[in-house]
């Protein structure tokens, strides 16, 4: 027997979580019994995503629930071997036993960073992908909107839009990120939300209007998106971190889909497992060709994953946050 | 020249419509010329989507945009002969003349009351029977929600629904139309929002869910129904008549159409014309066989026209609003 670490929560975050919510705590851990797997947290994830789960789902005094990648690092299993990568959805465990169930092997391409698995290629890159190209049904050359553009899914939505030959607009909320999205990630225009009034910069950005914007914020945004909207114009909704720490904005301006028609519907990563095999052919051409580009910000110790979720919530991620636990 | 009447938007509403805001003006009236037709208004349509016109596209000191039908008094045109009725969309107007462009001939069927191809067999009801069935996608035995269910199209929504197999639940703001709802329309649940907590009365009402919501208010309304619904409802909105008339409450549930997938999309009646032929050959039948149970609410007199458009927004319909101008 020896012991592992988790990250708990101990107890319901209210309105913004805070570092006296979480707990890192020793547990113990068994060997890997026949048919079992033992697995080394490598990269964990932490996303918007988590933060209503803490006063939902998520059980006090257990291991966060989340994903990330693992290694095998000892096999008693028929087909997963030492040495293995593995994706998994086990929590915020740094060690921790398996049979197997819930793990997908990893085939990483040896030319991209080991990293991008768990962001372009991974949960958010599906994400935008499926959320874009089938809930949105983008048509090339189309108006589009995304609000929080220089986030994980966000900036992966917002340069498929552009290899899809669409006018992107992005919004994100500091001026470091805005420089990115125009000069790097290549976009139309960016509006920085926190340096000037969201609706006219909107207006005065899409002056053929928007046939899609792709949520993650919700209140403001959406206020702002709606007048804008073309007919039969999509808003597929990823997010709206904006309500997710409670408080926020009422929407105001929901009228604006009746006359324009448009359809706004909600989704998730896991809607589109159907998408995967397309999706990790297109992403892993697009990110060696260079046409997606991206952020990560890394926080190298599995000690910190309460930081880094709490840290997506004051904007100090530029892309992708992660927690790198292992080599 | 003979004259007729009309009634004008003389100034802009600020909020809900007031008698000052409306003028009935004595107009000249041409001779209809060769190919033309003259019309005698005999039924006119007042409807709460005209309300959000008022500030928008209506123009001043001209005849208030909307239809009704009206019957040919003489006739200079190829094909429309005197005492043909016809549907009209040439606005407020007591007589007025046509080139017949706009004008449909109306077959009402003899043993209808005329004023019925003004509700259910006319605007509302397509309306109602398209949002319900195409945008909202209702399925035989689903779970259905519909606010305003005393309304012109609420009450037909909620009928169609019932004849559909359908567990049906309406919202209405006085105890009469609650009663006739419950008692004559045979509703499964009926809330009078105005004597109960809208939101815990419809979790109470409505305990498998919410598979389609048939939006006609917004705000509280939304907030109320976000929450109850299934995964993959719909949410088609005809109209958000909290918001109509400015001011309301703001939308803060819209997070619930992420992890139910909920689709919400708006829709006019005008979408609906590939449906007229089912649609007509099915509401007569409704109608003649007792299905479908209407009220109406009718004023005498076209001078009352602007009383009937300010009344909507007080709730003093029972049903559909119409004014009576000649037999």
Redesign the interface.
Known sequence: MSTTRQIHLVRRPQGAPVAEDFAVVDADLAEAGEGEVLLQAVLLSVDPYMR?RLNADQPLGAPLLGGGIARVVQSRHATLREGDLVRHGAGMQERFVSDGRGLRVLKADPDLPLSVYMHALGGTGITAYGGLLETGALKDGEQVFVSTAGGAVGSVAAQIAKIKGCYVVGSTGSAEKAAWLRDVAGLDAVINYKAEALAPALKAATPKGIDVYFENV?GAH?DAALPRMNLRGRIP????IS??NGG?????N???????????????AS?FGHLNERFEAEMTGWLKGGQVKYQETILQGFERAPEGLIGLFEGRNAGKMLIAVAD
């Open positions: 209503p919700g959406l909704v990823c997010g709206m309500t997710y926020g904005e009422g929407v105001r929901l009228s604006a889909l009746i006359y324009s028609r448009v359809r706004m519907e909600g989704f998730v809607d």
